[in-house]
């Protein structure tokens, strides 16, 4: 794993399609992509959880538009600890996407965004939005706070950590190589839905309908 | 006789254990998940090893959602000044790992959101105080994240919905629905925590315990063969880490029971995900409390 993408773990070997990307990035990339493709991400991602959500929704601020525009934002609540002026980020997996859900479809299209970063999937509203913007849900390890905290190199900005506090405010990571599966494409498809409706037969098989 | 209690610093180390170092039994069941997996689920696991090494040499926090820390103290045989010196030294031990990036501030105001900033709240941390039947003096932590918190469940026998009745193959039929309905939303491959019996209350509080037993030490008695046909059963779902797909969906299924009225039958399920940090502080003969 020289190159940094995963082999796929213990007996059967990977086919995925394994990708670098960039944030801010190019949204032909992102189009391109699909559901099962590994990533490696790296550059400026933005976090966002219920009360940054709520926010970008109903107040529409300017300020944040440079920040947001052609970048993913993370559904993140980390553990930091101040260092200096700055700030150390010492854990920092995803939070469940799905709350952001009525808020979602709305701030893809109204503040440009590539595309989001969380766990759990997104449902059909923010399917949508995604297929007509061109955009991706990266599905990222939950847990695995230590990890891809690991693979943030540095904190340059930080907004609304007086008002939201430091799991909800709006924190700007720069990262390297963070890793994540596309789990929700620009064609519609999801393997959240798809997982679900598998479940749902072999659920009927093993109780009855 | 009365044992002593943890000072600041032993439930400093106990925390810090807690959120940065997974039980052996959980890191061992996940390293077999992953020689038995591929594809995604494979990297996905992966994953959840190599971050649980990282944040055990880093003594960080496994997951940043670190919980809201849910305390069992047995055998100590408090009375009412010890049990709030115990509550306030856990306390001030809360504030200094939320202070030093050990825990996130996790505790809220209900109804505004907004947030103090130093972990502690009406009713957080939970303490709980037991004294029967213990030989040793402990004190367990559980760290139980928001999301697998959410997933958790009860459901009154009978449910017609899901066809499940008051006997054995009803308690089945609500375990596996409970695991389905979760997907992955709880961080799959989950361990299940489940009480059988009990009332509204008591129910969650004991399918919760469950969590603090050990995944090599199953149920003896009436649930031994449920625990792991269960298992299996779960894990033909297809949900998979994460619920991305494939196996594993559960590590393990712990099952307890309390007696319950006659017209009640309560099924509860606690989900713990699957970097569940549980630890205990042990009472030592010359009073000091280790960490295990």
């Known amino acids: ?209 | 006789m009365s044992a002593t209690i943890p000072s600041v610093d032993e439930f400093v180390e106990l925390l810090v254990v807690a959120s940065s170092d997974l039980p052996d039994d959980v890191e061992a069941a996940i390293g077999r998940a992953l020689l038995l997996s591929g594809g995604t689920a494979g990297c996905i696991l992966s994953e959840m090893r190599d971050n649980s090494e990282l944040a055990r040499v880093r003594r960080q926090p496994v997951c940043q959602d670190t919980g809201i820390p849910y305390v069992l103290a047995t055998g100590l045989g408090l009375d009412s000044s010890g049990r709030r010196d115990f509550k306030a030294r856990l306390a001030e031990a809360i504030r200094i790992c939320t202070s030093s990036g050990v825990l996130r501030p996790n505790a809220v105001d209900a109804l505004t959101g907004v947030n103090p900033g130093d972990g502690i709240g009406e009713g957080i941390p939970q303490v709980h105080f037991e004294d029967e039947g213990c030989e040793r003096a402990t004190v367990d932590v559980l760290l139980k994240g928001g999301g697998s918190e959410n997933v958790g469940c009860q459901y009154s026998l009978p449910d017609q919905s899901i066809g499940a009745g008051r006997d054995l193959e009803g308690i089945r039929r609500c375990i596996i629905d409970a695991a389905f309905r979760a997907q992955g939303l709880g961080c799959s491959p989950g361990i299940l925590g489940v009480c059988v019996g009990g009332d509204r209350a008591s129910g969650y509080e004991f399918a919760k315990r469950q969590l603090f037993r050990r995944l090599d030490h199953p149920s003896s008695g009436a649930f031994a063969a449920l625990e792991s046909e269960l298992v299996d059963q779960i894990n033909s779902l297809g949900i998979g880490p994460m619920g991305l797909g494939g196996s594993p969906t559960v590590l393990g299924v712990r099952i307890g029971s309390l007696a319950r009225h006659p017209a009640s039958f309560f099924v509860t399920v606690a989900y713990g995900c699957w970097a569940l940090r549980r630890r205990r502080l042990l009472a030592s003969p010359d009073g000091v409390w280790v960490v295990v």
């Open chain 1, 1 to 209: 794993m020289s190159d940094g993408f995963c082999s796929g773990g213990g007996s059967v070997n990977f086919e995925a399609n394994q990708v670098r990307l960039q944030s801010p990035g190019d949204r032909d990339v992102i189009r391109s992509l699909r559901v099962g493709d590994r990533v490696l991400l790296s550059g400026f991602i933005v976090t966002g959880r219920d009360l940054v959500h709520r926010m970008l929704a109903r107040d529409l601020p300017d300020s944040v538009r440079p920040l947001l525009r052609n970048a993913f934002i993370y559904h993140c609540g980390p553990v930091a600890v101040r260092d200096g002026a700055g700030w150390r980020i010492v854990s920092a997996g995803p939070t469940t996407s799905m709350r952001e859900e009525p808020y979602q479809a709305g701030i893809l299209k109204e503040y440009g965004l590539l595309g989001v970063i969380g766990k759990g999937g997104m449902g059909r509203a923010t399917s949508i939005a995604l297929a007509e913007t061109g955009g991706v849900y990266l599905h990222a390890t939950g847990g695995a706070g230590s990890l891809l905290a690991s693979r943030i190199v540095g904190v340059p900005d930080l907004r609304y950590l007086a008002e939201f506090g430091v799991p909800e405010a709006m924190w700007v990571f720069q990262v390297s190589d963070f890793p994540a599966t596309v789990t929700m494409d620009s064609t519609g498809s999801s393997l959240h839905e798809s997982v679900l409706e598998l479940s749902r037969e072999r659920l009927a098989a093993l109780v009855g309908p």
